[in-house]
């Protein structure tokens, strides 16, 4: 069974710059979540969709972040303009059941 | 508020001794509780979670964790250390199912090193 995709895995911007990371989930994940990784800290939610609908976007900076899940499938994470505490490692993950599926990541360093 | 303690910064076993990494949990009703393992450069694995039933749950790689309500815990445990086992380890907890949103909160992480 094929796991999370993530794409790019490192990507390194200017402040102010806009920037998108793409998410695959493992197929039949219905939810789909992407998280924020500052540094020395857990993992913090951002957003999450159940198929293409949200139900939990609380703690999205919506100012500067958006995110879509077009056709309930694969994901769109967006910054624009990306500010210097953006550094971070975006996750995203799938779940079916309980459990959530971690893909790699994509590590963003805003200079 | 829903909310996860890692006490530990770090723990430093050395290989073929018994290891713990703590975990407490706060969260109204009856908690699912899950560890996570991140290696350097990668996501993070699945390694047990507990929904409910045996207090003691078995997962991944030899480790284990045991859930005690009444201490508001969920230590993980492994009987005998690898080198192999140093990474950062994470406990999480969600809200129960019947609760909209499923996100993970997440502690701080415990960065266990293992010496051969």
């Known amino acids: 069974e094929a796991g999370v995709a993530q794409s790019p895995r490192y990507k390194i911007i200017e402040k102010r710059q806009s920037v998108a990371f793409w998410c695959n989930p493992i197929s039949g994940h219905a939810t789909l979540y992407w998280y924020q990784q500052i540094l020395g800290q857990g993992p913090k939610l951002l957003i999450q969709?159940?198929?293409?609908?949200?139900?939990?976007d609380s703690q999205l900076p919506k100012d500067r972040f958006s995110a879509e899940r077009l056709k309930g499938v694969d994901s769109t994470l967006k910054i624009q303009p990306a500010k210097l505490e953006d550094s971070a490692v975006y996750l995203c993950?799938?779940?079916?059941?309980?459990?959530?599926?971690f893909g790699p990541g994509t590590r963003l360093t805003v200079t | 508020a829903q909310s996860v303690a890692q006490p530990e910064d770090q723990v430093n076993v050395a290989e073929g001794n018994p290891l713990t990494v703590k975990c407490t949990y706060s969260v109204s009703g009856n908690p699912y509780l899950f560890w996570y393992v991140q290696y350097p450069n990668r996501g993070l694995q699945f390694l047990l979670k507990y929904i409910t039933g045996d207090n003691l749950v078995k997962g991944s790689y030899g480790f284990e964790a045991e859930f005690n309500k009444s201490q508001t815990s969920f230590h993980l445990k492994k009987p005998s250390a690898l080198v192999s086992d140093s990474a950062l380890y994470f406990c999480?907890?969600?809200?129960?199912?019947?609760?909209?949103?499923?996100?993970?909160?997440f502690g701080k992480g415990t960065t266990l090193s293992v010496s051969s």
């Open positions: 993950a799938s779940s079916y059941g309980p459990e959530q599926y």
């Open positions: 969709f159940q198929n293409n609908g949200v139900v939990d």
């Open positions: 999480a907890v969600r809200a129960p199912a019947n609760q909209a949103g499923t996100a993970l909160i």
